[in-house]
T-cell receptor, first 118, second 114 residues
């Protein structure tokens, strides 16, 4: 259980265009989703927390106008990288929090999207 | 601010041997969670083991166990009987109770030698 489908797995786009990344929970509903960014050979950095039906909360230093997050339903969250530039090239990963009881809650991650901006 | 430090960028272990990956963290909180995640070449993050700070007993999952030293703020991962499939990046992560936010360490790349 707790499977997350992230799409696309890999995308190459031209500088100045926008790219949408989707994360879908396949067998559960989640009110909260997290978007991470991972630079090559580096750790995951939390970009934003997305709550269903409300505005996302962005971490310090993350431009909310560049990284648009939409969490319109309990099973789908999207991250749109607007006016992409080469420095936005990175690996983006979504994560859902699953479980409410302290004893068994955790997080499940999507398989990630490698974005290359040329 | 909380921080997580993994001081070993890379480790190697012979197949069937035991290896320990180190993780230290800094926090003023008393209630939190600690995790070890594995990221194989596929880049899919896989939960290896989880420890709750209020539990003194070290968590164990099959060949994986932790040595949780709360006073020392240390959380090492021991992998016994290492297998080729264990080769991956391993990330230590911290979450303060109720924040729902991970703070990840920089990772340790584990190589398993046949």
């Amino acid at each position: 259980g707790a499977v997350v489908s992230q799409h696309p797995s890999r995308v190459i786009c031209k500088s100045g265009t926008s790219v949408k990344i989707e994360c879908r929970s396949l067998d559960f509903q989640a009110t909260t989703m997290f978007w991470y960014r991972q630079f090559p050979k580096q750790s995951l950095m939390l970009m934003a927390t997305s709550n269903e039906g409300s505005k996302a909360t962005y971490e310090q230093g993350v431009e909310k106008d560049k990284f648009l997050i939409n969490h319109a339903s309990l099973t789908l969250s999207t991250l749109t990288v607007t006016s992409a530039h080469p420095e936005d090239s990175s690996f983006y990963i979504c994560s859902y929090r699953v479980g409410l009881v302290r004893a068994n809650y955790g997080y499940t991650f999507g398989s990630g999207t490698r974005l290359t901006v040329v | 601010a909380q921080t997580v430090t993994q001081s070993q960028p890379e480790m190697s272990v012979q197949e069937a041997e035991t290896v320990t990956l180190s993780c230290t963290y800094d926090t003023s909180e008393s209630d939190y969670y600690l995790f070890w995640y594995k990221q194989p070449p596929s880049r899919q993050m896989i939960l290896v083991i989880r420890q709750e700070a209020y539990k003194q007993q070290n968590a164990t999952e099959n060949r994986f166990s932790v040595n949780f030293q709360k006073a020392a703020k240390s959380f090492s991962l021991k992998i016994s009987d290492s297998q080729l499939g264990d080769a991956a990046m391993y990330f230590c992560a911290y979450e303060a109770q109720g924040t729902y936010k991970y703070i990840f360490g920089t990772g340790t790349r584990l190589k398993v030698l046949a």
